[in-house]
C-alpha cells in the first residue's frame, strides 16, 4: 500500500471569503490564502489548523459541489482537537458561530461541543480529559 504522507479536507461555500474570514475570528484558524479571479471573485481559499490545511471551494456544477444552506443539510463535518475546549466555544459563540450543543464530557475520553459555521458545515472541537490513575 502507498503510504498517505496528507489528507486535506475540502469544504463548499458559497461565499469563500467571508467563509475563510469567519473561519479565523470565530474558530481561530490562521490564513492560508485566498485566491481570486481576475475579476476578484474568490474561488479558491485556504484556513490552517496548526499543521493541518482545510481548503474552501466554491459551488461549482460542474464538479457537483454544493454548499450544506443550499442543500438543506449537511451530510459530514470535521472534528477540531483544541487546548481549551470551554474557552474555544466562547469564543466561537461571541463572534458569531451558531452552537448546537454546549461542552461537555464524553464517553470516550474528550471533552467536546458542535457549531455550525456561517454556511451550516458542522464543526466538533474538542479537547482530551485528563485522567488520574
Known amino acids: 500500500m502507498e503510504t498517505v504522507h496528507r489528507v486535506i479536507p475540502v469544504l463548499v461555500y458559497e461565499n469563500i471569503a467571508a467563509a475563510h474570514d469567519f473561519l479565523i475570528e470565530a474558530f481561530g484558524f490562521a490564513s492560508g490564502s485566498i485566491h481570486r479571479t481576475a475579476e476578484g471573485n474568490a474561488v479558491h481559499a485556504e484556513v490552517r ?3 493541518f490545511a482545510i481548503w474552501l471551494h466554491r459551488v461549482t456544477a460542474e464538479h457537483h459541489m454544493a454548499a450544506p444552506g443550499s442543500l438543506g443539510f ?8 483544541v487546548e481549551n475546549v470551554d474557552a474555544h466555544c466562547q469564543r466561537a459563540r461571541s463572534r458569531g458561530a451558531r452552537v448546537e450543543s454546549e461542552p461537555r464530557a464524553m464517553p470516550y475520553g474528550q471533552r467536546e ?4 459555521d456561517l454556511e451550516g458545515h458542522r464543526w466538533w472541537f474538542a479537547s482530551p480529559m485528563r485522567t488520574t490513575a
Not at 449537511?74 to 482537537?81: D, R
Not at 461541543?113 to 455550525?116: D, F, G, K, L, T
Request: one cysteine or more.
Open 49 to 51: 489548523a496548526g499543521d
Open 74 to 81: 449537511c451530510s459530514s463535518g470535521l472534528v477540531v482537537h
Open 113 to 116: 461541543y458542535e457549531a455550525r
